[in-house]
Structure formats: C-alpha cells, structure tokens
Antibody
Framework: EVQLWESGGGLVQPGGSLRLSCAASGFTFNSYAMSWVRQAPGKGLEWVSVIYSGGISTYYADSVKGRFTISRDNSKNTLYLQMNSLRAEDTAVYYC????????????????????WGQGTLVTVSS | QSALTQPRSVSGSPGQSVTISCTGTSSDVGGYNYVSWYQHHPGKAPKVMIYDVSKRPSGVPDRFSGSKSGNTASLTISGLQAEDEADYYCSSYAGSYTFVLFGGGTKLTVL
C-alpha cells in the first residue's frame, strides 16, 4: 500500500524558513517523480514543485521560484521542501504527491499527474 | 482565482446523478487528454477518481465517469451515495512549462 506522510509544518513569521518532509513507502520511491501541491485557506489546489526520480531535474511554480527548493533522499525514501523568505500568501496545507509515471505515446513527453497523495501538513505564515 | 473553472457547489439526493464541470483553455483541458478528478474529504488525502479524462483507477466505482468536450471536462456521479459528499477537484496537464493546473474545487452535498 502506497503511503505518503508529510511533516514539518507549523507557524512561522514572514521572512522565515521552514523545511517540510514527506516519508514514502509502498512503492519504489527512486523510480518516480514527486511533487508538492498546496491549498491555501478557502482556495483551490496549486502545484508548487516537482523533482524527477534522480533528484537532478527540478521545476517550480512562478509563485515560489527562487524561494523554495525541492529535494529528495532516495536512500531514505523521503521528499523535502525547503521554504525560505516565506510570505503570508504561502499559508496553506502542503501535500506531497506521487507522480503516476506516464509518458505520452506520441511525443514521449512526461505527463505530470498524481496517483497518490499524503494527508498534508499546515504551514501558517503570520506575525 | 484558479486556473480551471469549476462550480463552487453542486447537490443531489441519494440515487440521483450530478455533473461537475471543469473549464479551461486550448492550452490545457482542450489541448490534452490528461484531465484528472480528485475526491477530497477534508483532513484526508485526496484520492484520484478519474484520470486521462475518462479512465477509472481500480477500486473506483463505475458510478464515477468522466468526459470532455472542447475546453470543458465533466465528472458525472450517478447513483449518489452519502459517502460521495466531498470536495472534487479537476486537474489538467498543461505542457512542459506550466506542468499542471487545478480547478478551484466543487463541494458536493448529498441532500
């Protein structure tokens, strides 16, 4: 059974930093891309970042580019999100999500999509 | 404002059918057959109910179905049951720069 468990959320002041972790089990962690997705209070979901299986290729939403860093430790089956220069608008529940590993048959392009999610960890940025 | 547009809420009585729409553009919903629908009970992990517009993961009841026409995708839940009451989110692949977009979510109430 695939399980994803986020931790590390909490209350932080504007301008502060926080590191989230996501412990994974039940699948071959080092074979799949992993993402962070967030949901601000009363808002919809927003994709934040993705890291591919080898840990080298990473991409970010414009809203967090330059402030957040995604990483992974395949030996520990753990995904991380280092969040710096936090702003009030970063307040959200942060979910880690496993990529389903699909490639388009015509273009061979990787299609980012999620088949399993964690329950989320709440990050509150406030003074 | 979310990238994909969903109704804020829908409702139906047990046994009835409801349809939730998800409207995007030709750069996302209309451009790819990679629309997914997630069911989210607050405090729990979101669960994928439909992927690739109309495919159901194993274990998802066939009461859940998906379709797409142009830039609008739809999730239909037939034979509504009390446990279907949840928030539903659509998502669409949007290319190798934007990656993935989500809707704002629809709260389904089973009356």
């Amino acid at each position: 059974e695939v399980q994803l468990w986020e931790s590390g959320g909490g209350l932080v002041q504007p301008g502060g930093s926080l590191r989230l972790s996501c412990a994974a089990s039940g699948f071959t962690f080092n074979s799949y891309a992993m993402s962070w997705v967030r949901q601000a209070p009363g808002k919809g979901l927003e994709w934040v970042s993705v890291i591919y299986s080898g840990g080298i290729s990473t991409y970010y939403a414009d809203s967090v580019k330059g402030r957040f860093t995604i990483s992974r430790d395949n030996s520990k089956n753990t995904l991380y999100l280092q969040m710096n220069s936090l702003r009030a608008e970063d307040t959200a529940v942060y979910y880690c999500a496993k990529d389903r590993g699909h490639y388009d048959s015509a273009t061979y392009e990787h299609v980012l999509g999620f088949d399993y999610w964690g329950q989320g960890t709440l990050v509150t940025v406030s003074s | 404002q979310s990238a994909l547009t969903q109704p804020r809420s829908v409702s139906g009585s047990p046994g009835q059918s409801v349809t939730i729409s998800c409207t995007g553009t030709s750069s996302d919903v209309g451009g790819y057959n990679y629309v997914s629908w997630y069911q989210h009970h607050p405090g729990k992990a979101p669960k994928v109910m439909i992927y690739d517009v109309s495919k159901r993961p194993s274990g998802v009841p066939d009461r859940f179905s998906g379709s797409k026409s142009g830039n609008t995708a739809s999730l239909t839940i037939s034979g509504l049951q009390a446990e279907d009451e949840a928030d539903y989110y659509c998502s669409s692949y949007a290319g190798s720069y934007t990656f993935v977009l989500f809707g704002g979510g629809t709260k389904l109430t089973v009356l």
